[in-house]
């Protein structure tokens, strides 16, 4: 009798390795109607249900394109600024402003007179447009007397145009200024005229 009881109890845990077959209908929770297909015994089946439909993968979400950027103004075509200065551009993709009228300074001095004083304020108020550039402001003079001399004094009313657009609100780190002496004459020194316009302040200008 023993014998018969142990042998139907291996039987009774034998058939639960076993799987009933699925009905393949999935309820509302998308598995089987019949939760006996997990047996990872069954030969078919190896343990998945065979009704169970795997939810689609996500679909990733297109990225917004950056905004187009602003393109940079061009100083050749500031309207405001050429009233001021002439615009060129050197090799090296500098662009000098000449002032269209000089900047005149007390004799032997780095004093700005006040007509010089509203120039360099028009054209600060143009250069604000353009923060993504550095400002150097380059001082010369004429030939006559001592060149050491005409450099420290170059280099004195650069600073002062340099400290003059600054406090008409271009940035400090933005503005630099050196001094030349009588290096690079636009004219020559032989005649008044010609000494006139060597002694002349220049903005070079280049992208940071």
């Known amino acids: ?7 139907l109890a291996a039987a009774v845990l034998l058939g639960a390795c076993h799987c009933a077959k699925c009905t393949n209908t999935p309820n509302r929770s998308n598995t089987c109607a019949k939760a006996a297909c997990t047996c990872k015994h069954h030969p078919k089946h190896h343990g998945k249900c065979p ?25 050749k075509e500031d309207k405001a600024l050429q009233e001021v200065a002439a615009v060129s551009t050197k090799a ?38 353009y923060p993504d550039t550095s400002i150097r402001v380059a001082g010369y003079t004429d030939s006559i007397g001592d060149p050491s001399y005409n450099v420290d004094l170059s280099q004195r ?40 316009q060597n002694r002349r302040v220049e903005l070079e200008v280049t992208n940071k």
Do not use: Q, W, Y
């Open 1 to 7: 009798m023993k014998k018969v009881m142990t042998l």
């Open 51 to 75: 009704c169970h439909k795997p939810a689609p993968a996500p679909v990733a979400a297109k990225p917004t394109p950056a905004p187009a950027p602003v393109p940079a103004p061009v100083m």
């Open 92 to 129: 090296n993709n500098v662009t000098v402003l000449s002032f269209k009228e000089p900047i005149n300074f007390a004799t032997n001095s780095d004093e700005i007179d006040a007509e010089s004083s509203a120039r360099i304020k028009r054209v600060a108020n143009a250069l604000k447009k």
């Open 157 to 196: 009313r650069a600073k002062a145009v340099a400290l003059s657009l600054v406090n008409n609100g271009v940035a400090a780190d933005k503005v630099s200024f050196i001094g030349h002496g009588a290096a690079n004459p636009i004219a020559t020194n032989k005649t008044r005229a010609g000494r006139a």
